[in-house]
């Protein structure tokens, strides 16, 4: 039964644990939800924010206008020979969706283990970890269409994919409400295990001929050694973008760094490793007043208890103006501020 609240605490749906309220506030649990919501008069004069877990927003003060949680289940799978195509849900947990492909042995995902969030924020952000992005696996996603109230089907080139971002994010924004996306996955893997610390863990752990859940597993182990867990203390993940860089301004950069982290990209440019440009310049396990870095991952910004928004985005520009002053290289928020 579709139902508005009124004046409700944001803190638990938001992992950075931001206590703000919203105006209004609607869970969606099926398509016909959205159709319901959206004839009512008091709904189309108001601010619309769409959340799915929460782990990718930032919250500076209350919200004026409606928040609107997605929380549409189900996933299911056709195999058409060596191809799967899985579609699930809007509302489905993104981990939970990792690990019923690697139960499977549906592949392609197992790369993207342990992200924070659900399936329909994914394409919106096109979640990326460990050489993979959601793009490479992308097939489809259908998406209510706010203004005539009807749904519509997006193919992978109508969505206009680049790194953590989509049309959904640009030309399309706050014009579209995700409700599941359908995935190309493999029924024989070919495991990418060269990125990062993959090919490590997995020697550590006497692996030699890895599958699906052993990639998995040493995804899995290698963020929880890197990241707090939001249920124990607030964050969302990486708060910065990995910067990408023209080669010129990369000669000029490792002149001075020669140890830079770094990684060329498909159209020959150069990413470079926000966190360590960050824990270059000190900040790696500070702590500023209730907010601070993770001791483990300076890419991570958290809560200490008590932050508020506010301060945890002052504390994130003095991040930004430092890795300016000594690389020269302006860090983008993967977070979104609101």
């Known amino acids: 039964m579709l ?27 099926a398509e016909s939800d959205l159709k319901m919501l959206f004839e009512n ?10 959340i799915g877990g929460g782990s990718n927003i930032l919250f500076t003060q209350d919200y004026d206008g409606l ?25 489905v947990i993104w981990n939970d969706f990792v690990n019923y492909c690697v139960e499977n042995r549906f592949a392609g995902v197992e790369n993207l283990s342990l992200i924070p969030g659900t399936v329909g924020a994914s394409p919106i952000q096109n979640i990326g970890a460990y050489g993979v992005e959601l793009k ?21 080139a109508d969505c206009h994919f680049g790194y953590r971002e989509s049309i959904f994010k640009n030309e399309l924004k706050g014009g579209y409400i995700i409700t599941s996306v359908t995935f190309n996955l493999k029924t024989e893997a070919a495991l990418n295990t060269s990125y990062g610390a993959i090919e490590a863990e997995l020697q550590k752990r006497g692996i030699e001929n890895p599958g699906l859940a052993d990639v998995s597993a040493a995804v899995s182990h290698i963020r929880v050694s890197k990241l707090p867990d939001p249920s124990t203390i607030g964050n969302a993940g990486s708060f910065f973008k990995n910067p990408v860089i023209e080669k010129y301004e990369f000669a000029e950069i490792v002149s001075k760094h020669p140890d830079v982290v770094h990684y060329p990209t498909a159209d020959g ?3 470079l490793a926000a966190g360590w440009l960050i ?13 601070g870095t993770w001791k483990n991952q300076a ?19 003095q991040i930004i103006d430092s890795v300016k002053s000594t690389f020269g290289v302006t860090l983008a928020r993967e977070v979104n501020i609101l």
């Open 67 to 91: 928040v609107l949680k997605m929380s549409i289940k189900g996933i299911e799978a056709k195999v058409e020979g060596n191809i799967v195509k899985v579609t699930a849900g809007a509302g």
């Open 279 to 291: 824990e270059q310049c000190g900040w790696k396990g500070k702590t500023q007043g209730n907010t």
């Open 136 to 156: 490479d696996v992308f097939d489809s996603c259908t998406a209510f269409e706010i203004k005539i109230g009807a749904i519509k089907t997006f193919l992978h």
């Open 299 to 317: 890419l991570v910004l958290v809560n200490h208890g008590n932050a508020s928004g506010k301060e945890v985005y002052d504390f994130s520009e």
């Open 41 to 50: 008069e008091l709904v189309k004069s108001q601010k619309l924010l769409i």
């Open 269 to 271: 440019k150069i990413k």
């Open 3 to 29: 139902q508005i609240q009124q004046n409700i605490s944001l803190k638990p749906y938001n992992t950075f644990g931001i206590d703000l309220k919203a105006s209004f506030f609607a869970e969606i649990f």
